[in-house]
């Protein structure tokens, strides 16, 4: 079955640095999506994109993020200062169209922010 | 707004046992329901999902039923195996927000560990 894959699976950086997560979605699809799970909480909705534009993104989403299809294959989540709460495992999905339900998810990226 | 609990973790379990993992939602409208799986080392997996009340969802002998009355839908199976432990995610989509069907609200997991 096809993968979303992302890399890289850990990242340390300090705070105030900026990070960009990279994810390839499943080629064929047309939503891309970024979630994380901070240790011990809920998977969080970050953001989804279509079309080149973001179609929804949640409070957590806020100026410091921002995400981009910089070419045919990529989808890439910037953080441009991070914080230390930023610390969580960003996952990366994908699908391929609205009605359809199932993600695919990638096995994430584990940011460590010190 | 909307929510999912899920019963906390670690669950261990027995080869053969019988595994009952509880989720519960709060939510307007009519959600989809789903359980996705983490197995260690990769990203989740649609495991299972229901889109209306009485549904029952069912995938590799895990089902759960979408219960409107008590807005539950618990993850079962009669008799797990060393390859179902795993992290377990119950989910909801809110299809009256017009949104993208990938907008989920997850709850936190329970691991599940199966020992032989």
């Known amino acids: 079955e096809p993968e979303v894959t992302q890399t890289p699976s850990h990242q340390v950086t300090q705070m105030g640095q900026e990070v960009i997560l990279r994810c390839v979605p499943i080629?064929?699809?047309?939503?891309f999506y970024w979630y994380r799970q901070i240790l011990g909480q809920k998977v969080e909705f970050l953001v989804s994109?279509?079309?080149?534009?973001?179609?929804?993104k949640s409070e957590i989403f806020d100026d410091q993020f921002s995400v981009e299809r910089p070419d045919g294959s990529n989808f890439t989540l910037k953080i441009r200062s991070t914080k230390l709460e930023d610390s969580a495992m960003y996952f990366c999905?994908?699908?391929?169209?609205?009605?359809?339900?199932?993600?695919?998810f990638g096995s994430g990226t584990q940011l460590s922010v010190l | 707004g909307n929510s999912v609990t899920q019963m906390e973790g670690p669950v261990t379990l027995s080869e053969e046992a019988f595994l009952t993992i509880n989720c519960t939602y709060t939510?307007?409208?009519?959600?989809?329901l789903f359980w996705y799986v983490q197995y260690p080392g990769e990203g989740l997996q649609l495991l299972l999902k229901?889109?209306?009340?009485?549904d029952k969802g069912s995938n590799k002998g895990f089902e759960a039923t979408y219960r409107k009355e008590t807005t539950s839908f618990h993850l079962e199976k009669g008799s797990v195996q060393v390859s179902d432990s795993a992290v377990y995610f119950c989910?909801?989509?809110?299809?009256?927000?017009?949104?993208?069907?990938?907008?989920?609200?997850f709850g936190k997991g329970t691991k599940l560990s199966v020992k032989p």
């Open positions: 999905a994908s699908n391929r169209a609205v009605l359809n339900e199932k993600l695919f």
């Open positions: 080629s064929n699809h047309l939503y």
């Open positions: 994109f279509y079309n080149n534009e973001i179609s929804e």
């Open positions: 939510a307007t409208g009519y959600p989809s």
């Open positions: 229901a889109t209306k009340a009485d």
């Open positions: 989910a909801l989509s809110d299809q009256l927000r017009g949104g993208s069907q990938g907008n989920l609200i």
